[in-house]
Every structure is written in C-alpha cells, then in structure tokens.
C-alpha cells in the first residue's frame, strides 16, 4: 500500500461516512450530532488505515489506540452534550446566516457549510493516523514516540479532567452567570482544547519517526488552528454573557496552561 492508493481509499471512504450523515441531517433538521462523528471518524480512519497497511506492528497500533481512547472518550462526551443541551448554538446560527444571506436551504447549507466541510477538515486532521501507518520500520518504537505517547496520554488526561469539571459546573443552577475559575481552568481559558492539540501533536511526533509519517504535520497544525478560532468565537460570546469573563481573562492563559495572574 503506497500513500495515494491509502489517501484515495480514505478519502472515499470519509466522503461516504458524512454523505449518510448529511441525509440524517436532512430528515431530521438537526445537524448537531456531527460533533460526535467528528472524532468516531478519525478512529475509523485510524483503523482503516491499520487494516490497509498491513502487519500489526507497535507503532500501528499505538497510532490507532491512542487515537480511538482520544475519539470514544470525546464522542460519548460530545453525545451526551448533545442530549443534554440540545444542538449547539453556533449550528443554528451559521445555517441562519446562509439562509439569509445566500438563499440556501437546510440542505444546501448543511451539505457545503458542515458535514461536507467537516469531511475534508477530518481527512488532513487524520493525516498522522494515516501516513504515519504506512511505513513499517523502524519496528520499534523510538525516543520521539514514546516522547509522543506521553505528550498524547497527558493532552488525553487534560481533556477529560477539563470536560468533567466544566460538565460539574454547568450542572449548578445559574451557572450561565458566572465564570469557571477551578481545576484545569484556572490556568487555561481552553484546557480541553489544548489537551485535544497535545493529543494530536503526540500522534504526529509518533508518525513523525518513519518516512511518510513526518510529512503530516498539517494535520495538527489544521486543527490547532481550528482550536483557536473556536475559542476565540466563544470568547466573544462569553465576554458578551458573563460579567466576570474579561477579568478572568486578563489574568488567564489564552491556550498553554500557565500559573494565573494577578486578580483584576
């Protein structure tokens, strides 16, 4: 298996995934449980690319694994958020907006603007499960891996510590009011987003020690970048809603976690 024939069968394997997905959409004018695809997705690619490229060597599977412990956690996180908030907001707005502004309807919106964009974030997000699979040497795993192994298993701790923790604060009455400022959050405006980068920065530094792999940085690099748009669109919200954000994040950490500053 050489890296068009696994890029091409990846690629026409994802498009069919959220090609089933946008007609689930369409029947049911919700298209919020993409959230929770959008990480099953990647393991799927993970896996496939495992399967394609042969023999179950060490660095194979350690790509995979780390990859579907990042994807199930996040899915059944994200699915559970789903049931209990309801499709997220800035979903309804974007589709609203093409509505208005260009005439599209549900289904023209939803197919360019989500599931058919979020089909090609997926495929260069998925880069180091996928090129870092190809080659089978070196066998062993090398002082990048494993320095990649820890740097994902630490990103993947990160998030679920930050995730429990703001699910346990957005189930007390009135929180839409105040501002998280405890755990993983006093030290980082977006824990779990930088979690997510580590993760994905630790799959790449594991793909990075064989031939293919090193070229797939765009992949963490794309969805680092898509971290920080996010936050910075929910930053606006937040700083509109919530008193008490500008002072938190004038003494917060954007993105790295870092030790708070002074209160004011």
Not at 39 to 59: D, E, K
């Amino acid at each position: 298996m050489d890296a068009s024939r696994l890029l091409i069968a990846n690629g026409a394997g994802t498009a069919v995934c959220w090609l089933i997905l946008w007609r689930m959409g369409a029947k049911l004018k919700d298209v919020g449980f993409v959230d929770g695809y959008w990480s099953l997705g990647l393991v799927l690619i993970a896996w496939n690319s495992v399967f394609l490229c042969g023999p179950l060597t060490p660095r194979r599977l350690v790509l995979a694994g780390l990859c579907m412990a990042w994807g199930l956690r996040l899915a059944a996180y994200r699915h559970w958020r789903w049931r209990r908030q309801g499709p997220p907001r800035r979903y309804r707005d974007l589709l609203q907006r093409l509505r208005a502004e260009r005439g599209w309807g549900f289904e023209t919106a939803s197919l360019i603007a989500v599931f058919g964009l979020q089909a090609l974030l997926q495929f260069v997000v998925a880069l180091p499960v996928q090129l870092g699979a190809l080659d089978a040497q070196p066998a062993a795993l090398g002082p990048l891996a494993w320095a990649g192994l820890a740097l994902g298993l630490g990103g993947l701790a990160l998030e679920a510590a930050a995730d429990a923790r703001l699910a346990r604060f957005q189930a007390v009455p009135h929180s839409q009011d105040r501002v998280l400022d405890a755990g993983p959050w006093r030290f980082s405006r977006h824990p779990n987003h930088f979690g997510d980068a580590c993760v994905w920065w630790g799959l790449y530094l594991i793909a990075a020690e064989t031939r293919d792999g090193v070229w797939s940085a765009l992949g963490p690099l794309m969805l680092t970048y898509m971290l920080l748009d996010a936050g910075r669109d929910m930053e606006a919200s937040m700083r509109a809603r919530r008193p008490g954000y500008p002072a938190y994040a004038r003494r917060t950490s954007a993105f790295i976690p870092w030790p708070p500053g002074p209160a004011g």
